[in-house]
């Protein structure tokens, strides 16, 4: 197998390899933050819009359909976080070879997952909905939202896996520029569809799909046309059965771990839904400010993943362990920042999304039990980040399945059924998972590694260079 020293002299990858770890993980992950906040403004603005302009119902409906949506897209989420595991070790080792390989092989999956995706999601959508106990005025415009959806979800992933190839190379700011252009798509859809067109949640659903699609014809055509190490050829799709499986080995249990853990959140949802229609939009609105919150982390997460696993990949492994706790440090700091933010202003942020005095009171409720304990995810997301970029997912979904799954369910069932049945301390369901999760990740990651860092020398150092690590 012949290993390419070199890259092109004009290249949008970054190595992350060498030179300053801070330097390296602000770049690259701050054009992520950037990216997945414009990803976000897609549902956030469905639900401005129809928050202010359609009803409480319709607002409830799209909050409440999130979850459904994401057990699809964390699924096929995970498949791109194998993709990238693999590919950014290529990267590290400078085998363009395979990299190229795993690149059509990645592509090439993602095209027949697209299809089984939004066939599967348009079948369970009824099914789904009355399984969470949607109220029956909720139901209507919460059907109508998830098929128009699904039909379009093959946009939505062919963009993520084709930013996530970009992301393994290093190139976190272009998907940040087309995601500006299509955001700013789905805000004007949105408001001609609604406003002028009259046409309620359905369009804000079809404007989510048509820019959802223009995203992914704009990371096609770029990944096609580049002159770069990472150019799709359509003629070399295929299917590479050993990259594949190396990809299912690390993305298949981040993916079973997101959709187990978002499919427990139907039942989070179910003991919501309790409350009515109300409280179901002041959860929504929460979520999705939870979810804003979330951003930093997530980000440097995904930057954790790279840089492990380009440098694991040039046999650099203690780099690799000082660049993930680098990246806890930052993400505890930035979280901090924007909770007490938030804390302070609960009220006026969740007033963004309605003007009903009731469900602001739910939303900020939520929002100000909850905020804080967020900061024990920052841990949790990024060390699962890290395992990963070693190799290893097995680890992280035991880990968070464990603590996001098992302990939260448990704790909703003692507490609806004998203790107290009330809004706070159901949302507190979070937090529990949260904060059980932060010790066992803890615990873990010392099991594993017999200490905080990642065992063994650095190639320099030892003066060999160490084998890459394999996915699984």
Known sequence: MKHLQTVPRRTTTRDMT???????????????MLGNIFQMLYNTVDTLVVGNYVSTQALAAVGSTSIIVNMAVFFFNGFSVGAGVVISNYFGQRNMKELHNAIETTMMATF????????????????????????????????????????????LLIYNMGSGILRAVGDSTRPLIFLIITSVL????DLLFVIT???????VAVATVVSQFVSAALVLALLTRTEDIYRLSWKDLRVDRGILKRIFAVGLPAGIQSVITAFSNVFVQSYVNYFGSACMAGWSCYNKLDTFIMLPMQSMAMAATTFVSQNLGA?????????????????????????????LFAEPSVGLFTSDGQVIEFGALFLRTNVFFLLFNCVNHVMASALRGEGDSRGPMIVMLAAFVGIRQVYLFVLTRYIANVPKWVGFGYPVGWACCFFLMIAYWIRKHGGLSISGEDAETAGEENPAPEAG
Not at 18 to 32: H, K, N
Not at 186 to 189: E, H
Not at 197 to 203: A, L, N, T
Request: hydrophobic share 55%; no cysteine.
């Open 18 to 32: 060498s030179g300053s770890m801070v330097r390296q993980i602000v770049l690259f992950s701050l054009p992520l």
């Open 112 to 155: 027949l997952l697209s299809a089984a995706f939004t066939a599967a999601g348009a079948a369970t959508v009824k099914p789904m909905l009355r399984f969470m106990s949607t109220p029956e005025d909720v139901l209507q415009d919460a059907e109508t939202y998830l098929t128009i959806y699904f039909a379009g979800i093959s946009g």
């Open 186 to 189: 789905n805000i004007a859809l």
């Open 197 to 203: 067109f009259g046409m309620g949640i359905s369009g």
């Open 315 to 343: 046999g650099k492994k203690k780099r690799a362990a000082r660049g993930a706790w680098i990246t806890i440090a930052m993400s505890v700091g930035v979280t901090a920042a924007v909770a007490a933010g938030l804390f």
